[in-house]
């Protein structure tokens, strides 16, 4: 299948099957990557181990060729004693048998002497020229083929040391050399005798070599220690020939780590033997528990993703129900439905859920006030062609009363039904839904000569506009409703006198007119509640958010009403006009 093919299948998935792959193949990676960083590091750490296990064989070799080479000295010196050779020549040339019973005397215990000071050694053992046997230390009589065989290799040595490894019959290693005649002057060379001495090598091994691993000595095919190794060096079939190595060999079903050295005083091979489980039994069992460790990691992030994935795509199937509910028109039921076990969280797929479901209540909401609004419509369409009255009637009564009262002479009934009318006028005509200040404060001049009439000297009204914003616009019924409120909530609740001033000023982009009074103020949470809509006032008037709308309608959102009160200090609506030019 072609990479195309496989996006193309990716991208059409559902998202629950998207995030389950994904998960997947993160974690497949993941693990991919952390197996072959761990083969990586495992096997630096083995060959470090390698190395440390061949360190610790060259320490041991070491150790042991160095007291190998003090004991191979220690045969020289005894070959080469003044004293010894003068004895063993005495034993040779004295016809004496005294003489010769001193000698072989004073010969024993100067053997005894060196066996005693030396740890390593079962003991010295030296055949004079006669071939008679002189010997010190823990003596055992060796077999005359042995005995001819080492009488061969030290006679071929001219004097050199000769290795004589051990057998079944005798466990000690033997450094044996031929002892000559060089004393003073007389370098003849002559033959003395035959010095055997009998090395303790398991001692030595033991002492001196590391306890990791079993140690085997060889010297081509034969084995020089341990007698009866626990297995078949010959069948080693990796190359030890060279100075210094390691290998892994299998012998009789069972792996060995074996690091081999080679000495160049001796020329035998030391061989560190390990079964390889000791080793790396552990390192093989963490190798397996990473391994299974992170297919359980794998397996239950599987599960957690899928399960992850199901509680993002549940409340999404659910929404989607909801939508095709709504677009078949049945809002009620797309917004009561909801799954019994899928539960919304604050995230946002929650906060789609929700907004959805506003969005459908306000959607309903409309529906049902649109439906509302029409039939209030007609009902009221049909209430005013039943009560269908012409104003002029009104506005003629109204007349009629003006002119009763001047006949009468009642100015104040006069003054107030002519204010009245005006008032009236203006309320009911609302062709002209812009007017200029000026018209604006002409109707509240009208409602205030009424109000004074009512309130006599409690009513202390002040007019402060400037007369050069009078020709500017604003929305009919601006100030009149402010001023009417101000009247009904400042004034109407107290005894006292109640200071009502409107002004008018220009400051930077706009033009602001205040309606400002004196009276109580209102607490800081009802100017809240005032200010977001959530209060209406109790006069059956316009309300403030009415002038407010129509402002920001007719000039922008940044115009409009700004509420300032504090309890005791009075109110202050300060209207925000634009500061253009006269309309």
């Known amino acids: 299948m072609r990479t195309s093919n496989v996006l193309d299948l990716y991208r059409h998935m559902r998202i629950r099957n998207k995030l389950s792959v994904l998960i997947a193949f993160i974690i497949a990676l993941s693990l991919a990557f952390t197996i072959l960083v761990q083969q990586y590091a495992f096997s630096i750490y083995d060959g470090q181990i390698y190395e440390k296990s061949s360190r ?13 080479k003090r004991l191979q000295q220690l045969s020289y010196n005894i ?44 003991s010295i053992q030296l055949l004079d020229a006669r071939g008679t046997e002189h010997a010190g230390g823990n003596v055992i009589r060796i077999e005359s ?12 040595a001219m004097g050199d040391n000769r290795w004589i490894y051990p057998d079944a019959g005798d466990p000690a290693l033997i450094a044996a050399r031929e002892i000559r005649s060089y004393s003073n002057t007389n370098f003849d060379l002559a033959h003395l005798g035959t010095l055997v001495i009998r090395i303790n090598i398991d001692q030595i091994v033991k002492d001196l070599a590391s306890e990791e691993g079993d140690l085997v000595l060889t010297s081509g095919g034969e084995v020089i220690y341990p007698r009866q190794p ?22 009789g079903g069972e792996e060995y780590f074996i690091a081999h050295i080679r000495s160049r005083n001796t020329g035998w091979t030391y061989l560190n033997v390990t079964p390889f489980h000791q080793i790396f039994n552990s390192i093989l069992f963490i190798k397996q528990l990473v391994v299974f460790v992170f297919i359980g990691i794998f397996v239950l992030v599987i599960l957690l993703g899928i399960r992850f994935s199901r509680s993002l795509t549940r409340p999404i199937d659910d929404l989607i129900v909801r939508m095709k509910l709504a677009e078949k028109g049945n809002f009620e039921e797309a917004n009561v439905m909801a799954a019994p076990d899928v539960r919304l969280g604050m995230d946002e797929i929650g906060l789609l859920h929700r907004t959805f479901r506003f969005m459908i209540d306000r959607i309903n909401w409309l529906i049902k006030e649109n439906y509302s609004n029409r039939l209030l419509l007609k009902e009221t369409e049909f209430k005013a062609l039943q009560a269908q009255i012409n104003p002029h009637f009104l506005y ?47 109707i509240v001049r009208s409602y205030v000569t009424i109000q004074q009439y009512r309130f006599e000297d409690r009513l202390e009204f002040e007019l402060d506009v400037p007369q050069a914003l009078l020709g ?37 982009d ?22 977001s809509g959530q209060l209406q006032t109790k ?25 300032e009160s504090e309890p005791g200090q009075g109110t202050r609506i300060t209207i925000a006009l634009p500061r253009g030019t006269e309309g």
């Not at 320490?59 to 160095?66: D, Q, V, W």
């Not at 706009?510 to 200010?531: I, K, N, Q, S, W």
């Not at 006069?539 to 509420?563: C, V």
Request: charged share 25%.
């Open 56 to 68: 610790v064989l060259n320490l041991s070799s070491s150790a042991i060729e160095t007291e190998l």
């Open 79 to 122: 070959a080469t004693d003044v004293t010894i050779q003068g004895w063993l020549t005495t034993l040779k040339e004295s016809a004496s048998d005294y003489d010769r019973l001193i000698s072989r005397q004073h010969l024993v215990d100067r053997l005894f002497s060196y066996t005693g000071s030396e740890k390593y050694l079962f």
């Open 145 to 156: 083929d042995k005995m001819n065989r080492i009488l061969d290799a030290t006679t071929s």
């Open 230 to 251: 626990d297995m078949d060096v010959s069948r080693i079939s990796s190359p030890i020939d060279s100075d210094r190595g390691y290998a892994i060999e299998e012998i």
């Open 396 to 442: 003629n009564t109204l007349e009629s009363i003006n002119w009763m009262a001047k006949v009468n002479r009642q100015p104040v009934i006069s003054e107030m039904t002519e204010a009245l009318g005006f008032l009236l006028r203006n309320s009911v005509d609302m062709k002209e839904p812009m007017i200029t200040i000026g018209e604006e404060l002409d």
């Open 472 to 508: 500017r616009p604003l929305p009919k019924l601006t100030l009149q409703p402010l001023l009417e409120n101000a009247i009904h909530y400042a004034l109407e609740p107290t005894i006292d006198p109640c200071h009502i001033t409107i002004r008018g000023r220009e400051e930077s």
């Open 510 to 531: 706009f033009l602001l007119l205040t309606v400002e009074d004196t009276g109580a103020g209102m607490a800081p949470d009802t100017l809240e509640r005032l200010r």
């Open 539 to 563: 006069g059956k008037g316009i309300g403030l958010l009415n002038i407010d709308e129509r402002i920001k309608l007719a000039f922008g959102e940044q115009y409009g009403i700004r509420i």
